[in-house]
């Protein structure tokens, strides 16, 4: 402590000499003295001291208590009173005003020297708090994060700004309020039994997460930090909280946990929540001996809405089904959108297959209500598809496939209507599965082969047309009446179209070739192969590949394809026929053409479908029906093709009546290409490559 600053305040000189004497003896510098009030005042503040020797009794109108406690007010100046009196009212009064030190005179050097030491030691000590405190309090009122000094009760002894803030009050009305006060009413009392443990010392600390109100009503969520601050026996002196509003992270995984559990667009639960939903309904309905039942919807004809009006207009009717759907159910069932124009409801404790049946109904009438999209009535109808646990499957994955295919089944039926599942339904679905297997399989490996059928015009080959065959090593020999639909279902008649095309394309080159030939090569198209928008490059690739002129080529498109959509098909026709490829319109007669459009369409040849030539000759109808058409046909000026002839009284009928290009049974039977060679007239120069 050598070096301290002293001032000392003693009326009597000798005294004051002798302190002087003594404190530079030992190191200490002394900066004034004074023997009044007055000039102990006007010495302090002009020396700024770092202690004050004060002796009680001073010249002048107050004592030298009265002055200790003007310096230590105005300029925090510690002060060791020197008295020749102990008398416990003078002390008492010394300790009022914070007195750092007692000297009694006579004044020893040891005395002296201990009792400065100690008081500068208190002070700076005194300063260090100070200094701590006021860093903690900066601390406390400026945190980013709300907090609380709470007393023993967990009343707020003292709030910061942000958690005032937070709360939407005044930091210093909270005073005296309980955290708890602010409680949402679902998470009151979350914190008693954590700070009853804080309390008995059993933790030390803990944290947890809760929903406050602040003072407009509107919900905050913080994460709750509380700490105790223990006396030297342990005891509890207070707590300190902190509270850091953690709302926008709750909100975010909130936002997470709907994308992980809903579907974005309708709000309804998606595909993995509802396979866990009916995962855990399956088990409860086990162990309650209850029917449950699942209900699997696919709107009919909504690609139109796509297709017409766009996705986004799509998008709405799919959140407006989506409420009427819910609308239509009991508040036990569950409803999700499985995918596209799909949706799935999980309805619960079911009374029988009329409960379901009628829930179902709901559906289809809610669904079946006029819309207005984008300002445009649209009407839009659903399939629905049923199965019953444990009746019709008793695992989730069986259950489902069973809903989906009585959904199917519905649609086949004619749409807007429901249907239960059945074990016949389900064998049928899993044999049509394998099957497409199977035929994706035939394609990759070559199972399938292309066979010939001569068309005959006036005795000789005009054309041939090419068949597919598909020779399975399991199933054998398998009908294109079976597969052919499958393939146009799942979408591989496009690839198996496109072999159909290069095969045939090339055995025509290679009977050209081999000086045989001279006519057209005739290939089927599919409806959806007709519909494709690469027909026209797919076609010039077979061509171009094996090398063929397209004259030599002839494609068949049935009279469906071509009036689905009348303006399209008669854009590709015209591309089809710029390219020199021949068209001929299939299976005429059954598909309601309308004779101004069958005037624009750039086609060459008309087949009249064998359906009408069954009953002919004999039946009046048939015979007047097939009049009709050769008679239509020879006003456009288009060749006619009547296919199916399979006995020599329907040959001598159609020439009868001018049509003498002919294919069927009757003349020749479709075989292989080695067969169909030895029919074929040599080649044309007009048809060479």
């Known amino acids: 402590m050598a070096g301290a600053r002293i001032f000392i305040t003693e009326d009597e000189g000798v005294i004051a000499m002798d302190l002087r004497r003594q404190l530079e003896a030992i190191g200490f510098e002394v900066v004034g003295t004074a023997a009044s009030a007055e000039q102990a005042i006007a010495g302090v503040a002009a020396t700024r001291p770092d202690l004050v020797l004060m002796d009680i009794v001073i010249k002048g109108p107050v004592d030298g208590i009265t002055v200790a406690e003007r310096l230590r007010d105005a300029y925090g100046v510690p002060v060791v009173f020197l008295t020749a009196y102990s008398d416990e009212r003078t002390l008492s009064r010394a300790r009022e005003v914070g007195a750092y030190g007692y000297l009694i005179k006579p004044l020893r050097g040891e005395d002296l020297r201990a009792a400065i030491e100690v008081a500068l030691f208190k002070r700076r000590m005194e300063r260090a708090l100070h200094e701590s405190e006021a860093r903690f309090r900066s601390a406390f009122d400026h945190a980013p994060i709300g907090m609380a000094l709470l007393d023993a009760e967990a009343r707020i002894v003292q709030a910061n700004h942000a958690l005032g803030a937070m709360l939407g009050r005044r930091?210093?009305?909270?005073?005296?309020?309980?955290?708890?006060?602010?409680?949402?009413?679902?998470?009151?009392?979350?914190?008693?039994?954590?700070?009853?443990?804080?309390?008995?010392?059993?933790?030390?600390?803990?944290?947890?997460?809760?929903?406050?109100?602040?003072?407009?009503?509107?919900?905050?969520?913080?994460?709750?930090?509380?700490?105790?601050?223990?006396?030297?026996?342990?005891?509890?002196?207070?707590?300190?909280?902190?509270?850091?509003?953690?709302?926008?992270?709750?909100?975010?995984?909130?936002?997470?946990?709907?994308?992980?559990?809903?579907?974005?667009?309708?709000?309804?639960?998606?595909?993995?929540?509802?396979?866990?939903?009916?995962?855990?309904?399956?088990?409860?309905?086990?162990?309650?001996?209850?029917?449950?039942?699942?209900?699997?919807?696919?709107?009919?004809?909504?690609?139109?809405?796509?297709?017409?009006?766009?996705?986004?207009?799509?998008?709405?009717?799919?959140?407006?089904?989506?409420?009427?759907?819910?609308?239509?159910?009991?508040?036990?069932?569950?409803?999700?959108?499985?995918?596209?124009?799909?949706?799935?409801?999980?309805?619960?404790?079911?009374?029988?297959?009329?409960?379901?049946?009628?829930?179902?109904?709901?559906?289809?009438?809610?669904?079946?209500?006029?819309?207005?999209?984008?300002?445009?009535?649209?009407?839009?109808?659903?399939?629905?598809?049923?199965?019953?646990?444990?009746?019709?499957?008793?695992?989730?994955?069986?259950?489902?496939?069973?809903?989906?295919?009585?959904?199917?089944?519905?649609?086949?039926?004619?749409?807007?209507?429901?249907?239960?599942?059945?074990?016949?339904?389900?064998?049928?679905?899993?044999?049509?599965?394998?099957?497409?297997s199977s035929l994706r399989r035939a394609l990759a490996q070559d199972e399938l082969k292309l066979h010939y059928q001569p068309i005959y015009r006036a005795g000789r080959v005009a054309a041939v047309e090419a068949l597919l065959r598909w020779e399975s090593p399991e199933a054998g020999l398998v009908s294109p009446a079976e597969f052919m639909p499958l393939a146009e279902k799942s979408g591989l008649i496009v690839p198996i179209g496109a072999w159909v095309l290069r095969g045939a394309c090339r055995q025509m080159k290679a009977w050209l070739a081999a000086g045989l030939a001279g006519v057209r090569i005739a290939v089927n198209l599919s409806a959806r192969q007709f519909r494709d928008p690469e027909l026209a490059a797919t076609v010039a690739a077979a061509l171009a590949e094996s090398g063929l002129a397209a004259e030599a080529l002839e494609l068949e498109i049935t009279e469906s394809s071509v009036m689905s959509n009348p303006p399209a098909a008669a854009a590709t026709l015209r591309e089809l026929r710029r390219m020199g490829v021949h068209v001929t319109v299939d299976d005429f007669g059954t598909g309601h053409s309308s004779l101004a459009y069958l005037r624009r369409f750039p086609i060459g040849s008309l087949k009249i479908d064998r359906s009408f030539l069954q009953n002919v000759p004999g039946d009046a109808d048939a015979e007047a029906i097939v009049v009709a058409i050769l008679g239509l046909a020879r006003s456009l000026k288009l060749e006619v093709v009547a296919e199916g002839v399979e006995t020599a009284a329907q040959a001598a009928f159609l020439r009868s009546h001018g049509c003498d290009t002919l294919q069927g049974f009757l003349l020749c039977r479709p075989g292989l290409p080695e067969e169909i060679a030895g029919l074929l007239a040599p080649r044309l120069p007009a048809l060479a490559a």
């Open 171 to 436: 930091a210093d009305a909270l005073a005296g309020l309980r955290l708890a006060d602010f409680q949402h009413a679902e998470d009151a009392g979350s914190e008693a039994e954590p700070m009853a443990r804080l309390a008995i010392g059993e933790i030390a600390d803990f944290q947890l997460e809760q929903r406050l109100l602040d003072a407009s009503g509107a919900t905050v969520w913080v994460l709750l930090s509380v700490s105790a601050v223990r006396g030297e026996d342990g005891a509890p002196l207070h707590c300190i909280a902190q509270l850091q509003d953690v709302s926008e992270r709750k909100r975010a995984e909130e936002e997470l946990l709907r994308l992980a559990h809903f579907d974005p667009l309708t709000g309804l639960l998606n595909r993995a929540q509802m396979n866990d939903r009916l995962a855990g309904a399956l088990a409860l309905a086990r162990r309650r001996n209850e029917t449950l039942a699942l209900l699997f919807i696919d709107l009919d004809g909504f690609k139109l809405v796509n297709d017409s009006l766009g996705h986004q207009a799509g998008d709405d009717l799919l959140r407006e089904v989506a409420q009427r759907i819910l609308g239509a159910l009991r508040d036990s069932d569950v409803a999700a959108r499985w995918g596209g124009d799909e949706f799935v409801v999980l309805a619960h404790d079911l009374q029988g297959t009329e409960a379901a049946a009628r829930v179902a109904q709901k559906v289809i009438d809610a669904v079946a209500q006029p819309y207005a999209v984008r300002g445009l009535p649209v009407a839009m109808s659903a399939s629905v598809g049923i199965a019953l646990f444990p009746e019709h499957a008793e695992n989730p994955v069986a259950l489902m496939v069973r809903a989906d295919n009585a959904m199917y089944r519905a649609k086949e039926l004619g749409k807007n209507q429901y249907r239960f599942a059945s074990p016949e339904a389900s064998a049928e679905a899993l044999r049509q599965l394998r099957l497409e």
